[in-house]
């Protein structure tokens, strides 16, 4: 089971090495604890308040696309564009990211992972992601009424974290998130 605390160890490892961190280093460095992490990052952001903003959503549903694509086809380490592996941050900035989400992280260890591992095995992961590339696909559409997004991209998130910690009850939890949030996509798309 991978801990989000171990995962924020990492990055504060990265981020105290070198001036700027580029994605791809990020991707070299927790791309080993699996795809829930890939899945996790993009719904984090795309409903947090920049998705907010106009083409985040778009963007944000392209990257879980991507990813989502690759875990269904069984790729086992991610494949990045140039465009998005070279991006990078500042070290410092990351470092105090890291920070901020350490409360977090420890309460979503204490509270999340172990429970009904056998619905976070291999068919499962697949099953996930093709759920995942749906919500995705509806991103871009609900882009344009603000925070509307934030629905499919909170299921790609639920996803993500369920994969990450293997928690199967969270996996239910994003399996009847997802279809409500298909259901209001559809609904709410203009």
């Given at each position: 089971m991978t801990r989000i605390t171990d995962i924020l160890n990492d990055l504060d490892e990265l981020a105290g090495s070198d001036d700027d961190v580029s994605?791809?280093?990020?991707?070299?460095?927790?791309?080993?604890?699996?795809?829930?992490?890939?899945?996790?990052?993009?719904?984090?952001?795309?409903?947090?308040?920049?998705?907010?903003?106009?083409?985040?959503?778009?963007?944000?549903?392209?990257?879980a696309l991507l990813f989502s694509v690759q875990i269904v086809v069984g790729k086992s380490s991610p494949w990045l564009p140039a465009v998005l592996a070279d991006r990078s941050i500042d070290d410092d900035r990351l470092a105090r990211a890291v920070d901020k989400s350490r409360g977090a992280a420890g309460w979503l260890d204490r509270h999340f992972?172990?429970?009904?591992?056998?619905?976070?095995?291999?068919?499962?992961?697949?099953v996930a992601a093709l759920f995942c590339a749906a919500l995705a696909?509806?991103?871009?559409?609900?882009?344009?009424?603000?925070?509307?997004?934030?629905?499919?991209?909170?299921?790609?998130?639920?996803?993500?974290?369920?994969?990450t910690l293997r928690d199967g009850a969270a996996?239910?939890?994003?399996?009847?998130?997802?279809?409500?949030?298909?259901?209001?996509?559809?609904?709410?798309?203009?």
């Amino acid at each position: 089971m991978t801990r989000i605390t171990d995962i924020l160890n990492d990055l504060d490892e990265l981020a105290g090495s070198d001036d700027d961190v580029s994605v791809g280093e990020v991707q070299d460095k927790i791309g080993h604890r699996g795809s829930g992490v890939f899945l996790l990052v993009p719904g984090l952001i795309g409903m947090s308040p920049l998705g907010a903003i106009p083409s985040v959503p778009t963007i944000m549903g392209l990257v879980a696309l991507l990813f989502s694509v690759q875990i269904v086809v069984g790729k086992s380490s991610p494949w990045l564009p140039a465009v998005l592996a070279d991006r990078s941050i500042d070290d410092d900035r990351l470092a105090r990211a890291v920070d901020k989400s350490r409360g977090a992280a420890g309460w979503l260890d204490r509270h999340f992972g172990g429970r009904l591992e056998a619905l976070t095995g291999d068919p499962m992961v697949r099953v996930a992601a093709l759920f995942c590339a749906a919500l995705a696909v509806t991103a871009p559409f609900l882009g344009v009424v603000p925070f509307a997004a934030a629905l499919p991209m909170a299921g790609i998130a639920l996803f993500g974290l369920a994969l990450t910690l293997r928690d199967g009850a969270a996996m239910l939890a994003a399996l009847v998130f997802a279809c409500g949030a298909l259901y209001g996509a559809f609904t709410l798309t203009p």
